[in-house]
């Protein structure tokens, strides 16, 4: 059973009319922007909740899709390349005084599903950020679209473990794609405040938790087909050593990130947790099977001690946990009993118990951005 952490999903946006804003040349470029303001309107309607389209309607209007994930994941499949196309013309003349007026006009502005208090929980309302720059637009899109193509890969998972490990590497994809060129523009504006959804460090932190949650779906297929308990526990453990690393970036060390959300970083710890036990269970019954009870107890005896201290807050997470842990709690009463009318064994601790070794054997599914490749001329 996997933890859920939907709180990426959750961003708000304020209304953009690109007509309004540019002044088009010709009637194919109006006929563009007027495209752009539609196909973006759905996606504001959606995650601000300010549609009134029944299900029915948004059913007929997806082409039959019945999956409201899904049914994002084609609005923004529709919008992104007529923005990719933007982007691509407004980069050209970037240093035009008018564009640069006509950007800022855009007000581009985002709420964050990241920071310390997040908008459902403040009677304020959320706070939003405005950057000048088509590239916020582009990256906090490709940000929400990475965040429903997790959520759509859990919901597949009761049924098809081998797509929903592939919706997450796709995610992973989305956002190693942000990390690593996505977002540049935006990168050496340092005195422009951004929520953490546009930095570096939150996005390919969003690709290693992916990356950890398409390998636990890809570790539900091998315990169905049976797969050793040695290779087991490596997968898992492979599963803590995405989220380390993903811990080492979310440090407080950088002013962008000092109003990170608390539920992410507790996110991250009781996921790590949770499958660091997984792991240890599985090197407890290999070296059962080896013959080393004592050592066995001692690695079920250090992880249940381990677990314990990092109980969640999350009554959701804590359940899944406090269950993991009755199990353990139970594998090892049944060993100490084993090992006292049978085998006498001494038992194991400290350095005498065995390192854990991982392995990581999922790779991101590469995002390729699409351009709508329309011409669009300004009155500059």
């Known amino acids: 059973m996997m933890l859920h952490f939907p709180d990426p999903a959750r961003l708000k946006t304020k209304k953009i009319v690109f007509e309004d804003v540019f002044a088009a040349l010709d009637c194919g470029t109006l006929e563009q922007l007027k495209e752009l303001s539609s196909k973006r309107r759905a996606i504001e309607e959606t995650i601000n909740a300010t549609s009134s389209i029944t299900e029915a309607i948004a059913r007929e209007m997806s082409g039959g899709l019945t999956s409201q994930n899904e049914q994002d994941l084609q609005k923004l499949k529709h919008y992104l390349p007529l923005l990719e196309n933007l982007v691509f013309h407004v980069d050209m003349v970037s240093s035009n005084s008018q564009m640069v007026r006509w950007i800022s006009n855009l007000r581009i502005q985002w709420a964050s599903a990241l920071t310390s208090t997040l908008p459902f929980l403040n009677l304020m309302g959320p706070k939003f950020f405005q950057v000048n720059d088509i590239r916020f637009e582009l990256g906090m899109n490709l940000f929400l679209y990475g965040a429903i193509l997790r959520e759509r890969a859990l919901e597949v998972m009761p049924e098809d473990l081998v797509q929903s490990a592939t919706l997450f590497r796709e995610a992973a994809g989305v956002y190693h794609h942000l990390s690593h060129g996505g977002l540049s523009s935006l990168q050496s504006a340092n005195s422009v405040q951004r929520p953490p959804e546009a930095t570096y460090s939150v996005t390919t932190v969003m690709s290693l938790i992916c990356l950890a949650e398409a390998q636990i779906v890809t570790i539900m297929k091998a315990e169905q087909k049976r797969t050793t308990a040695g290779l087991l526990g490596k997968l898992h453990y492979g599963v803590s050593e995405f989220l380390d690393e993903a811990t080492s970036l979310l440090h407080p060390r950088t002013s962008e990130l000092k109003d990170i ?120």
């Open 261 to 380: 959300s608390p539920r992410l970083l507790e996110y991250i710890s009781s996921c790590k947790a949770l499958h660091e036990l997984r792991s240890q269970k599985y090197l407890a019954e290999e070296l059962r099977a080896a013959g080393q009870v004592g050592v066995a107890i001692g690695v079920l005896t250090e992880a249940l001690t381990n677990a314990k201290k990092r109980t969640p807050g999350e009554e959701s997470w804590k359940d899944v946990i406090k269950k993991e842990i009755d199990d353990a709690a139970e594998a090892l009463r049944k060993l100490e009993s084993e090992n006292e009318f049978v085998w006498h064994d001494k038992i194991a601790s400290g350095d005498e118990l065995p390192l854990p070794q991982g392995s990581r054997i999922v790779k991101i599914v590469p995002y390729h951005p699409t351009r709508c490749e329309a011409p669009l001329v300004f009155k500059l």
